[in-house]
């Protein structure tokens, strides 16, 4: 069993340092970005999305626990003020030591009752396509292929 609990400002702080590094990787090695522009664009990417860190208005970020033991994190966001019915998964990730135990599952469908909670009636994401066990897991969740990016109705 999985509990999503907010971040608290420590966990905000290791969960971006590497955030950061991991998604400069991936725009790299998707071919959206070149090596030497990544981290800079990434970091601002971050700083855009989430200018009060952890506190950022119209975003949930969550520690992912095994009873207590922290094994992932999941960001949601409200698309925006104005259409707060969709949300939008910026980040989720199951530390490399606990995949494939079925916690990214169980995460994800406590994620959907949170986002029904907060009136979210759809949830996005985007998944590079060189992620193909992310793939698959949205895809047995139930999200539909929209170009690269997912979505799902709650």
Same mark, same amino acid.
């Given at each position: %069993?999985?509990?999503?609990?907010?971040?608290?400002?420590? /966990?905000f702080?290791?969960?971006?340092?590497? +955030? #950061?590094?991991?998604?400069?990787?991936?725009?790299? +090695?998707?071919?959206?970005?070149?090596?030497?522009?990544? #981290?800079?664009?990434?970091?601002?990417? &971050?700083?855009?999305?989430?200018?009060k860190? /952890?506190?950022?208005?119209f975003?949930?970020?969550f520690? #992912? &626990?095994?009873?207590?033991?922290?094994?992932g %994190?999941?960001?949601?966001?409200?698309?925006?003020?104005?259409?707060?019915?969709?949300?939008f998964i910026?980040?989720?990730?199951? &530390?490399?030591?606990y995949?494939?135990?079925?916690?990214g599952?169980e995460?994800?469908?406590?994620? /959907?009752?949170i986002?029904k909670?907060?009136?979210?009636k759809?949830i996005g994401?985007?998944? &590079?396509?060189?992620?193909k066990?992310?793939r698959?897991?949205? /895809?047995?969740?139930?999200?539909?292929?929209?170009n690269?990016? %997912?979505?799902?109705l #709650?």
């Amino acid at each position: %069993m999985v509990i999503l609990k907010s971040m608290n400002q420590q /966990e905000f702080q290791q969960y971006i340092s590497s +955030a #950061i590094d991991d998604y400069a990787k991936d725009k790299v +090695a998707s071919g959206n970005w070149k090596e030497d522009e990544a #981290i800079d664009l990434s970091k601002q990417s &971050f700083d855009d999305l989430l200018p009060k860190d /952890e506190e950022s208005e119209f975003n949930y970020l969550f520690s #992912i &626990f095994n009873a207590e033991q922290i094994v992932g %994190m999941i960001w949601i966001a409200q698309k925006s003020p104005t259409n707060k019915d969709e949300g939008f998964i910026y980040d989720f990730n199951i &530390f490399e030591q606990y995949q494939g135990l079925g916690y990214g599952k169980e995460a994800m469908r406590e994620l /959907e009752c949170i986002a029904k909670d907060l009136g979210m009636k759809k949830i996005g994401l985007h998944v &590079f396509g060189h992620n193909k066990t992310a793939r698959g897991l949205y /895809e047995k969740l139930g999200y539909e292929i929209t170009n690269i990016t %997912m979505e799902k109705l #709650i």
